[in-house]
């Protein structure tokens, strides 16, 4: 059996004054912007979309809809002749 001392020596040097180190580190987080269609419902004029956004503005059919929040929101669009608008994909 192999016998080892219960404490391994330590040796520490000391010096005059202090010494310091400074660093800086950075982060970098990108978050695409995420707009998703929760719900449809048809109303007189046009549709009404439940959506879910992780910004505060859109562009659809070349209009911008603002939102009061980050988050779920409703969002009425007009019916137009030539509008399309693709959700659920």
Known sequence: MLLLPLAFPCASESSEGTRSATARIGFTVVV?????????????GGHEYRVWANV???????????FARVGE????????KDAFIVHGL
């Open 73 to 80: 929101a409703t969002l009425f669009v007009p019916t137009a």
């Open 32 to 44: 695409p912007p995420v707009f998703k269609v929760l719900q449809t419902t048809p109303v007189a």
């Open 56 to 66: 505060k503005s859109i562009v659809l059919n070349g209009q911008e809809h603002r």
